[in-house]
């Protein structure tokens, strides 16, 4: 079964300029996740689908990022325009929904972003 | 979210027991503690997680306190492949998932 995949793996843009990270998670994965470390510090919640709709965006930056998961498949992360601060590593996970049991998050590579 | 305390990193023997600490002395009756880890360059893995009893799985053990406010997670043998940030996170369970909160984490070494 293949696991969570993420696309690109590296972006470098310049600043003022447009970037969109995918991610795929697994397949019957109705929760997903996105996350970010930025330059030295601690891994962040972004936000979370469960199927297309956003269950909670409370970690977003503000309104440069705009994330999608229509027909709550794979989701995109838009970053519009990108600035220095964005540089960092953007993680996405995902989930089953379940009633009972514990449903572990499994998540991807990541995508580096440079922002220059 | 309630916050945890973790050592910021330690050092073990390969094939040596370790044991990782993490304090969480607001915890609440509902949180769930949580074990993730980062190995270089990859995303963050599930370890393992409990709630009031010690836990076993086939990567760790789970030592949880009688008052919960604090826990320990045990490799029983560490190898080079261990090496990585270990993260206790608390978070409570429900139906349609919820968010990871992450702290700085352990930075275990493994030597061999």
């Known amino acids: 079964e293949a696991g969570v995949t993420q696309f690109p793996s590296h972006s470098v843009i310049e600043k003022g300029q447009t970037v969109t990270l995918r991610c795929d998670p697994i397949?019957?994965?109705?929760?997903l996740y996105w996350y970010r470390r930025v330059m030295g510090k601690e891994i962040k919640f972004l936000l979370h689908?469960?199927?297309?709709?956003?269950?909670?965006e409370s970690g977003m930056p503000n309104n440069r990022f705009l994330a999608e998961r229509t027909g709550g498949t794979y989701s995109t992360l838009k970053v519009q325009p990108a600035e220095l601060e964005d540089s960092g590593v953007y993680f996405c996970?995902?989930?089953?929904?379940?009633?009972?049991?514990?449903?572990?998050?499994?998540f991807g590579p990541g995508t580096r972003l440079t922002v220059l | 979210d309630a916050k945890t305390t973790q050592p910021n990193s330690m050092e073990s023997n390969e094939e040596e027991p370790v044991h990782l600490p993490c304090n969480h002395s607001?915890?609440?009756?509902?949180?769930?503690i949580h074990w993730y880890r980062q190995l270089p360059s990859q995303g963050p893995e599930y370890v393992i997680h409990?709630?009031?009893s010690n836990v076993n799985n086939r990567m760790a053990s789970l030592a949880i306190a009688e008052d919960r406010k604090s826990s320990t997670l045990i490799l029983h043998r560490a190898t080079l492949r261990d090496a990585a940030v270990y993260y206790c996170?608390?978070?409570?369970?429900?139906?349609?998932?919820?968010?990871?909160?992450f702290g700085a984490g352990t930075i275990l070494r493994v030597k061999s």
């Open positions: 409990g709630l009031t």
């Open positions: 397949s019957g994965h109705d929760n």
């Open positions: 607001t915890i609440s009756g509902t949180d769930y």
């Open positions: 996970a995902s989930s089953l929904v379940g009633t009972i049991s514990y449903n572990e998050q499994f």
């Open positions: 689908f469960v199927k297309e709709s956003k269950q909670d």
């Open positions: 996170i608390l978070t409570q369970i429900w139906e349609y998932g919820n968010k990871l909160v």
